[in-house]
């Protein structure tokens, strides 16, 4: 992690990504609004003392953060980026539901980088130390998914509908779960901590572990991007009436609390 990081440096580069993303009709915007919401309620956590150890939770913020903002940058570069986030901006080239693009962005991250993020800044037994804080940031993202879900629906008159009748008895959906992806990732963050040792230097990982979550988790994305029966026919009708406006959407979630650019 750069020396200049801070949890306001991560926090502009996010700004500048969602307006490029408005600009360019990018869908990757999805994420990134939820995203920097989140970014936004930790650090206001951090100066309400919410967390046990508010220099480690900037450490550890702003080095998850670090993760999708490289990838983000890379991708723009036509350069190699991990599986799963090839999957999820990949699919951020053709249509799709505003839902898909966010679960994407969501399995990349959670599923592969908070893990890595959690090992990088707590190496070896420590890590444990960092369980309670490592929590939190799930709950924060989990609270701000329901908010995003409510601004869909406020632009999308069949989100609503479709969540409920379609994509939560979808297997190849509901594979991704707020409560299961937070388990699966402290589960494979405890392996990766102890596998690197407490005397890792930085950013050095057990690079075969990270490989292989990295190719699960890129199959978890492959099943969001392309839905088995009954979505696959219902997706595009879905797609074709969803008035995918990031602007709006952003409006209808500043409405309801969430701290972002306006």
């Not at 306001?8 to 990504?17: G, Q, S």
């Not at 869908?27 to 609004?33: M, N």
């Not at 090839?86 to 539901?97: H, I, K």
Request: net charge negative; aromatic share 6%.
């Amino acid at each position: 992690m750069a020396r200049h990081d801070s949890i306001d440096v991560v926090i502009a580069e996010m700004d500048r990504v969602i307006d490029r993303s408005i600009e360019g009709s990018d869908a990757r915007g999805w994420f990134a609004i939820v995203y920097r919401a989140v970014t936004a309620r930790v650090r206001s956590g951090l100066e309400t003392g919410d967390f046990d150890d508010a220099d480690r939770m900037e450490r550890f913020d702003v080095r998850f953060a670090r993760y999708w903002l490289d990838a983000h940058a890379a991708w723009d570069r036509d350069e190699p980026v991990s599986a799963s986030w090839t999957v999820s901006f990949e699919a951020a080239r053709r249509p799709g539901l505003i839902l898909q693009h966010l679960l994407l962005g969501m399995n990349a991250h959670i599923n592969l980088d908070l893990g890595v993020a959690a090992a990088a800044t707590c190496p070896g037994p420590a890590v444990v130390d960092l369980r309670n804080d490592f929590e939190r940031i799930n709950d924060v993202l989990a609270e701000l998914v329901d908010q995003m879900q409510l601004a869909i629906a406020d632009v999308s008159p069949l989100a609503r509908s479709l969540d409920s009748v379609g994509l939560r008895f979808d297997e190849a959906l509901t594979c991704f779960s707020l409560e299961h992806a937070r388990a699966r990732s402290w589960s494979f963050a405890e392996r990766l901590a102890t596998s690197v040792g407490s005397d890792a230097q930085d950013m050095v990982h057990d690079a075969a572990l990270v490989a292989a979550r990295d190719r699960v988790v890129a199959r978890y994305g492959a099943r969001i991007a392309d839905p088995g029966r009954p979505l696959r026919w219902l997706l595009p009708v879905a797609v074709r009436r969803e008035r995918a406006d990031l602007a709006s959407v952003a409006d209808a979630l500043r409405e309801r609390g969430a701290e972002l650019p306006g």
